[in-house]
């Protein structure tokens, strides 16, 4: 087999093996600038369960400086 570098490489008749370059290869440099893009994606937002509510979520309501209940 000869690569596009010009290197040649004998290989087993058992290997398989996809040839060809990737298409697209900048689409993980994507920066989607507005939230709504992301939605359309379908992509949900993420919210940290620290700053929901105590009804909301069991991590939800506690103050920075500490847990807002005392065990007793």
Known sequence: MKFPSGEER???????ATLGMVANEKHKLLKYTKAGINRNLGRRPKVRGIARNPVDHPNGGKTKGGQ???DV
């Open 10 to 16: 004998l290989l087993r008749n058992t290997c398989k």
């Open 68 to 70: 807002a209940f005392r």
